[in-house]
C-alpha cells in the first residue's frame, strides 16, 4: 500500500511540470551558479542567501541538485523532479518512524496526508532550496530516536543529517539543534553513548560548516559579523513577546491547519475533535517519541514568539522541517483513537474521509486550471523560443523587467536554450533589433510604467504577442549610441 501510495503522489507531484514550475529570481540565480559550475569550472563555498543580509546557507543545496542540471543539459524539469523525489523518500521517512515507534496505522495515516495534501504537494514542487528539507529534518528525527534509545550507531548520521539540514534552510534547521539538546538533556540518564560516539557526531556536524568556515576566513568573517549583527546589534530574539503576537498566532493556526484543510471553518472543527481525541488517547501513545516529536514543534513555535528580527517577518517554509513531524504527531493521535473504540473509530474515518475529498477536490481544481495569471517555466520558455525563433539568426540585444528587477531567470533561459538548441546568442553590444520582455508588477506598478516610458524613447514597436501574463515586443532601436 506504502508504494501506491508513493507512485500516487509521484503522480501529483510531476504532472505537467513545467506549467506548474515556477521559474524565477531564485531558481534563475541558482541555475547561473550552477551553469558556471558545469562550463566555466567555478566552485562554490557557499549556497544561496537567506532572507538576512550578509548570511549565506552552506553549498549543499547547489551540489544537491547540480548532477540533474547536467544530466538534462540546463533544463531546470530535471533538478525539480529529483526534487520530489526526495521527498517521495521523505513521506517513506515519515511511513517508517510512525511504523516503527507508533503503530502501523499511524505510519500509513502519515503518508497519506503527506502524500495527498494540496499545500504539501505543490510545495514538493518548489525548486528552492527549502525543498528537499523534509527528508532531512526526518532523517535528523529518525537518527535522534535511535539514539536516545541506545543505539550508538546512529550518532554520526544525527551530526551529518542535522549540519545538512542547516544547508537548506537555517530559519527553520537552526531550531534543530535546541530541540536536539532538550531531547539529548531529558534523556541523558538513558543514553548509552560514550565520549567518542558525541565526538564522532560533532566531527560530521563540524564537517558540514567546513565550507562556510574557509569561506568566512577568505572574506574577512563576512559570514560571522553578518550572524553577530543579526543576533545581538540586531536584538532579534528578545526576551518580550512580539508585539504581533495574535497575528502571528493566527499564522501558527493557518499554516499548520492548511497542510490538512484549506477551509477556516474545516479547520477549527478539526483542531476541537483533534484535541479531544489527544486528551483521550495520551496514555495509549508511547511516552519517548511522542514527547520528542512535540519538542521538535514547540521549540521552533515558541521561540519565534519573541523574534523581533527582519522585521518581524516570518514565512510558513521557515516550518518546513517542522511540518512532517507536526503529521506524524496528528497521525499517531487518529491512529490511537482508531483503536479505542467504534465511535473514535468512525470520527478517525470520517476525518480521513473529508481530508482525502478536500484535498483531491483542490487538487483537481489546481491541476486542470492554472492560474491565468501565473509566470511559470513553460510560459518563460515559450517567450524565450519566440525570441530565438523571430531573429533567425540576427544580432538581437534584449531589455527585461521582471517584479524582483534583477531577471536571473530569463538571464539563464536565455543563455540555456541560445547554448543548447539555437547555437545562438545575444550580443552585448547594441544592436538596432531588441526585445524588450516584462512581467505584471502587482506590487509596484509604478516601476513598470516607468520602464515602458523608458522604452518608448529607446525604440518603436515593431510586434508585440503575450504568454500568459509575459508580454515580449520587438523594437527596432532609435539610435546606437543610446
Known sequence: MIFFILGAAFALRTYRTADFLGFWYDQGRDALVIWDLWHKGKFFLIGPTTGIEGIFLGPFYYYLIAPFYLLGRGNPIFPAV???????????????????????????????????????????????NPTPLPFFALLTILSLLHVINGRRRWWWLLGLAAGLSLHLEAASATFFLPSILVVLLWRRKHLKASPRDFLISFSFFGLTLLPQIVFDFRHG?????????????????????????????????????????????????????????????????????????????????????????NNGYVWDYYFTGVFPVMVILVASVLASAFSAGTLSRLTVIAIIGIFLYHNFWQLGLALTRPHPGSVTLSSSLAAVDWVYQDTAGLPFNTDVYVPPVIPYAYDYLFLWRGMTRYRHQQLSALTTRLYTLYEPDGQHPQFLDAWLARQATIGSVEETVRFNSITVSRRHRFKLSD
Not at 491547519?257 to 495509549?284: D, G, M, P, Q, Y
Request: glycine letters at 4%; proline letters at 3%; a positive charge.
Open 82 to 128: 529529483w526534487l520530489v523525489i526526495i521527498n517521495l523518500a521523505g513521506i517513506y521517512l515519515a511511513y517508517h518512524i510512525g511504523t516503527r515507534f507508533f503503530s502501523r496505522t499511524a505510519g500509513f495515516f502519515a503518508a497519506v496526508f503527506l502524500a495527498f495534501s494540496w499545500s504539501i504537494s505543490f510545495s514538493h514542487r518548489w525548486l528552492s
Open 221 to 309: 568573517h563576512l559570514l560571522f559579523n553578518a550572524f553577530r549583527k543579526f543576533l545581538i546589534a540586531d536584538s532579534s530574539f528578545q526576551p518580550r513577546l512580539t508585539e504581533l503576537l495574535t497575528g502571528r498566532l493566527r499564522f501558527y493556526f493557518d499554516i499548520f491547519t492548511n497542510k490538512f484543510f484549506l477551509s477556516r471553518e474545516i479547520s477549527r472543527l478539526f483542531v476541537v475533535i483533534l484535541t479531544v481525541l489527544a486528551f483521550s488517547a495520551r496514555r495509549r501513545l508511547p511516552k519517548i517519541p511522542t514527547l520528542t516529536l512535540l519538542v521538535w514543534w514547540l521549540v521552533p513555535v515558541i521561540s519565534l514568539l519573541f523574534y523581533h528580527g
